[in-house]
């Protein structure tokens, strides 16, 4: 079994401690956030790109175990889409399937000890906070209160798993987050001890759907940048029929692949600090198959029947948009959907 924390869990802790007296001395410092779609952001194909290891763990127990606080008001049918979503990262499906594209991408890397991120996933445990017991607008700091109440809860709380787990907090679209659409539409950093007991990685997710898709939900709505296209690219049909949880799709791979590769923000990233690293979803952002990049191009993709569309195949038939990934080996963005 793969594991979370390194050989030395109390150099780890030390340098937690570090990074969280950083972050606590500013809103911005150090977490790490899907930006909000632009359509220059994405890198060039012909940029040197210096993606380097900084020793510390990688997320590769086996299972890592998730667990999903669902925090305001969610259908039953979003929910469905999600949890299958999780469940196709590492269930085969016809290729392109989605745990192709996690096998060929963020599961590549490695930390000191050689092992390699996670193969597999499961989903632990689910906690429904739809009384928004943190209100209903939240700062990013009150994602970890929001944790801590899941884990504390009487008389069902969510299990406290340093060790295997990691927790993914869910926004329904009514709730306001610190930032959201104006710089981010997603972020992962880990739980300070001081609030919820241990460090322990941890992501947040929007549902934009009625906030700001054009900036968290591109290509499944008319990009803030452009009338109902972005560089020459047309809206798409959203393959599970709705443009905030499709959005959310995105949005929860690319914090997925950066947290499970750089889940205390020491491990995988380009940049020369840890308070603005470059992670491997954010050089990729905004690509989904070949001939993507700058202007807004998606690239190729596949579509459906119904006209939706799509680039990997899930469980129970679903099918989903996850953007590219920086490979390691090949030194640039990559997906399964690849023509090569």
Do not use: K
């Not at 499906?93 to 050689?114: E, H, L």
């Amino acid at each position: 079994m793969g594991r979370l924390l390194p050989r030395h869990p109390s150099l780890l802790l030390a340098a937690a401690a570090a990074l969280a007296a950083i972050w606590s001395s500013s809103s911005l410092a150090v977490v790490r956030c899907a930006p909000v779609y632009g359509p220059d952001y994405l890198v060039d194909g012909n940029q040197l790109v210096d993606m380097q290891y900084h020793m510390g763990p990688v997320v590769s127990g086996s299972p890592t175990n998730l667990y999903l606080i669902w925090y305001g008001r969610w259908e039953p049918a979003a929910q469905a889409v999600l949890r299958d979503f999780l469940a196709s990262l590492s269930t085969p499906a016809p290729f392109p399937a989605v745990s192709d594209w996690w096998s060929r991408t963020p599961r590549m890397y490695t930390d000191q000890t050689g092992a390699n991120v996670t193969a597999a996933f499961a989903v632990a445990g689910e906690h429904f906070d739809a009384g928004y017991s943190h209100g209903a607008s939240l700062r990013r700091i009150d994602v970890q209160s929001v944790i801590r109440s899941a884990v504390y809860a009487y008389p069902d709380p969510l299990p406290l798993d340093p060790y295997s787990g990691a927790y993914l907090v869910l926004t329904s679209a009514d709730v306001q987050m610190d930032e959201f659409c104006r710089a981010v539409c997603g972020f992962h950093y880990f739980t300070f001890a001081s609030v919820v007991g241990v460090t322990v990685p941890y992501a947040w997710v929007g549902n934009s759907g009625t906030q700001c898709p054009g900036q968290c939900a591109y290509p499944f709505a008319a990009a803030q940048y452009g009338a109902g296209t972005a560089g020459g690219q047309v809206v798409l049909r959203p393959p599970n029929g709705d443009v905030g949880v499709d959005g959310m799709v995105i949005v929860l791979g690319h914090e997925l692949a950066e947290m499970a590769t750089n889940p205390l923000v020491n491990a995988w990233y380009a940049g020369d600090t840890p308070t603005a690293p470059t992670e491997i979803a954010d050089l990729c952002l905004g690509v989904y198959g070949d001939g993507g990049g700058g202007g807004g191009l998606v690239g190729n993709v596949s579509r459906a029947p119904d006209g939706s569309a799509y680039n990997v195949n899930g469980v129970n038939g679903r099918r989903f948009l996850v953007q590219w990934l920086w490979n390691p080996v090949r030194g640039a963005c990559y997906g399964p959907n690849a023509s090569n």
